[in-house]
């Protein structure tokens, strides 16, 4: 096993960042939620 470090890529400036996978989660569960009010209440 190696003692020397994991090196990770760091974002540049100027690049999006990644989405996180619990925000990619949320984002959706609330697009649908909003998709089910306006089916049943109207826009």
Do not use: F, I, T, Y
């Amino acid at each position: 096993m190696s003692d020397s470090p994991v090196l990770l890529p760091l974002p540049l400036a100027g690049e999006p960042a990644s989405e996180r996978s619990d925000a990619a989660r949320n984002r959706a569960a609330l697009l649908c939620a909003a998709q089910q009010l306006v089916a049943e209440k109207g826009a």
